[in-house]
């Protein structure tokens, strides 16, 4: 499991073998003592805190189009006085700096870097959880982290991650940024996805977020022939999952909140309404230019 995912909670190893914590605990000192992993505050790492999961520096550089032309759309969400949680991601970054420009908005985050950039919005409440730094993406996790977002409330959820599959929903290589991220969710009435084309279809070890759950996705156009993207975005369309696509046109202006039509929210359907808009079945094809929404609905049976 360290060697999976860079880091592990002893709470979670003595949950995952069926043991105390305590017996846990001496484990983890007999491995240190061999050299195989390093002891924690409540949990151990690699020698050297070593990770498989990619880097902030890494991650930055991908798909960087993509993600500005979601975060366009994503911002399109929230409203004037709302209060919502972000987690932590680059993609999630880029959605901040665009709700720096919400008056009366309260953001509750786990993330430096989205609370770095709401530090200086007019007008924008930043709240941010306890718990442990975690170097690689810059986030609290942990048992401060989870426990400090006991007994909250906000209208959605916007949550990133390594992989989204219609099996499984959104997943993380890493457990305890996946352990956070199933707190935030829990705070939240929906919760909105933002993954661009390269996650669909991605499976990583640990779930954050069940399929049923997820209220929306934002993501952006797949390129041609990504059989893999179009057919997972269609799965997720099946499952209820409401889809919005955004352009990734270089040339295209960036678009107000207003101008940015969203779909009705899911439980909406739930009570009647209808959820999915156009044709069923497929994208609706649409020219390049700014952030536009696409709304895939299930496939009739």
Aim: without cysteine.
């Amino acid at each position: 499991m360290v060697r999976a995912n860079g880091a592990v909670s002893l709470r979670e190893l003595a949950r995952v073998v069926q043991t105390s914590e305590v017996t846990v605990r001496r484990d983890v000192r007999a491995l240190e003592a061999e050299g195989l992993l390093d002891r924690r505050h409540g949990g151990a790492v690699l020698p050297g805190g070593f990770t498989r999961e990619s880097g902030f520096p890494q991650k930055s550089h991908l798909a960087t189009a993509e993600k500005t032309a979601i975060a366009d759309l994503a911002a399109g969400l929230v409203s004037e006085g709302e209060a919502v949680v972000v987690g932590a991601g680059t993609t999630t970054q880029e959605l901040a700096r665009r709700l720096a420009r919400v008056p009366g908005l309260t953001v509750v985050t786990n993330s430096l870097l989205v609370a770095q950039a709401l530090a200086h919005a007019n007008r924008v409440e930043v709240v941010m959880t306890g718990g442990t730094l975690r170097g690689s993406n810059y986030a609290l996790v942990g048992s401060g982290a989870e426990q400090s977002l006991q007994g909250l409330r906000v209208s959605r959820a916007f949550l990133s991650g390594s992989g989204l599959t219609a099996e499984r929903g959104l997943s993380t290589s890493n457990m305890l940024s996946a352990s956070v991220d199933r707190a935030l969710v829990q705070a939240a009435g929906e919760v909105v996805v933002l993954a661009d084309h390269t996650k669909l279809g991605t499976d990583t070890m640990f779930q954050t977020v069940p399929t049923d759950v997820i209220t929306r996705l934002v993501t952006d156009e797949p390129p041609p022939h990504d059989d893999r993207a179009e057919t997972e975005l269609q799965a997720l369309a099946d499952r209820g999952v409401q889809i919005a696509v955004a352009g990734t046109s270089p040339a295209a202006p960036e678009r107000g909140r207003s101008e940015v039509p969203m779909p009705t929210p899911r439980r909406a359907a739930a009570q009647g309404g209808s959820a999915h808009q156009g044709s069923p079945g497929h994208l609706r094809s649409a020219p390049a230019g700014p952030p536009r929404v696409a709304d895939l609905a299930p496939r009739r049976r």
